[in-house]
């Protein structure tokens, strides 16, 4: 007789078949693809190999060695998991085996639960449902091979879920607030779903305590689930000084730099959730958020709501309520829309949470049929039952199914570029750079595990200090650059070109030694990374104004902001109104036209304001480094009180370094509030007052 323990483990051995079926068709066509090659289909992947490599040769946290400690592995546990292979010294094949073999164990483990809970939350129908749905899933297929966290999250996830099911009668949760220590440790929307999860388990103490009829108190234990939602942010704050993981700020919009850009983001938040829960309907299909499928829409739409209204009605249901699902997909989605590119390869983001929305579907569709089944008499209920199972079938596979192949020759072809482009680049520098080498890179993961140099993350995922900068745009990113300290600044980029414009004219790449092309990119930032010696020679020219009559006999400069470096306009309490934003230019001076100098500034629309460090009662001379684009008026203020207007020629693809002085009676205190502000001159475009002005380094002389 078949027994549910026989049931299990045949549940089991089918899944087990499956997910290798999956993985041999997944590893045979990369194979082909690359020419034999292994690898993993996104840079991002080796970012968790390099940090488990560095807590193998004893510096955790520490990404390469000269940097800082930073947080850029997103997931706090997964480095640990990938930690075994890198102890015992394997060479790289090896630990992308052991990455994948990790993924496949995820995979396993999730379809398992997937069905556990499935049939706990909408009967056999719904277990049955969520396995297929689930097996069938490309974008799921993808995200657990990728060598990324996503298995470890998904599958934490779904464990903690079913403890949770299974503890919530007695609502003493003896297990599960043990599970939500690993569930925030596996990514920080994690951290989040177990402050949710810490919520329901309050009000199912609270129910269970009056159901009994006993009073209720919150015990120390009740704490636990908020402790462990803390500990990832501890942790970045013991690392790096910020709660924030570096990771985050580097890609989060609470970590955007501009004001007016963040308010933007976080308004618009309600149509991002609205676009993701879009994507979900949509089964992540690319392009899911801009073009729905009617028919998934109809089914899953259908399944979702079925779920709701019977998680009320009726009052005895074959299953457990399940409400749980509601609060954790609705948090997950307020924090998957965080990152600003939420929607990049495959969704990749959204696909921790993905598998309970798959529960939400499935589960609603099996709650009809086993009502089904109770409800109608004995024929009509089978036959009721079995149209409810056929119907979401009938509309998923036809349309999941060859998506996976397709999704299968994506995973072989993300694998390949990644190999030939980032994995080339760093073993060619592991054999070509000097070993003191320092590469200054925007694709972290594999050119810093290949190519085993000291490395400065110019993106801010792994290098203390750049995330800010580099997402003040560019003008900033070459100011801090260019100030790093010998030891730190770097001796090599490896960059996509197309990313750092200017750079190339400004000086500081030198003659192109390594480029790795792609004939088809379907994953990386560009077709060509190039390899550039750093050169600092004419560098800090920038720094002084060109002429060296523009300081006076028996005067000097007393202070200088730079602009576009962001610790000297914190320290000149540098602001503008409205917003400007940064720029990065190259011009020649009109007596040398040979010799051309690029420097970061601000783009200026109206009033620019920062305090002076100068002293009282002598004439100041401002001296402004601008493109002069535009032809300018500007009023200037001191502590409020007019100084005069600074007239500003229109210049033509040169460097300007016009000067105005402020009488010393308007200078009364040691650190005045200078304003500059621009008045409409009608040299605009079209003369509507649509111009600008562009400071790069103001002096101040006296």
Known sequence: MLTPRHGRALLAILVVLVAGFHAGRLLSTEQR?????????????FIYLQYAKAIAEGHPFVYTSGNAPTSGATSLLYPFLLLPPHLLRVPASGCIAWALALGLAGYVLSAFLMAQIGRRLGGVVGGALSLLLFLMSPQLLWGYMSGMEIPLYG????????????????ARFKTLRWWLFALAA??????????????????DRRRAARAAGAPWRAGPEALLPFAAAALPFIVNLL???????????????????????????LTGAPVVWGLIAKVYLGMMQPGGFRYLDPALVWVNGVGAALYVLTSFFPGRRPWARGLALLPLIAAGIVVESLPVYWYVHLYRYLQGLYPLVFL???????????????????AAGVAAAVVAAAVPLWVWAPRLLPEQAKVIRFYGHNCENILHQQVAVGRWIDRSLPPDAIVGLNDAGAIAYYGRRHTVDLIGLTSAGYARVYRSGLGCLFEHVRREPP??????????????????ESGILGPEAFRAHLDFNTICGGPDMVVYPASWVDVAATDQPTDPGAVPRGKQIVDALDLAWLPDEQRHEWRAEPEAKDVLRQYAFPDRPTRPLTDGGRIVYGLQHFRAQITPGKDLTLILRTDAWYSNRIRVLVDGKPAGIWTIARAKTTWEEPAFTVPAALLTRPRPEITLEREPTGDEEGGAGRGDLAPFHIWMVQ
């Open 33 to 45: 693809i690359t020419g034999g090659g292994i690898c993993l289909p996104l840079d991002d992947s």
């Open 155 to 170: 599958t934490v996830l779904l464990g903690s879920l079913h403890v949770y099911l299974r503890e919530r009668e007695t």
């Open 186 to 203: 596996s990514r920080p929307e994690g951290a989040i779903l177990a402050g949710v999860f810490g919520l329901l388990m309050l009000a």
């Open 239 to 265: 690392v790096s000084g910020s709660i924030e993981s570096t990771s985050s700020q580097a890609k989060s919009i609470l970590a955007e730099p501009y004001r007016e850009t963040r308010l933007t983001y």
């Open 360 to 378: 939400l579907v499935a589960a609603g569709w099996g709650r009809l049929a086993s009502l089904s089944g109770l409800r109608l008499p004995r």
């Open 487 to 504: 030891p730190r600044r770097p001796t090599y980029f490896a960059i996509y070109p197309g990313w750092f414009p200017y750079w190339r």
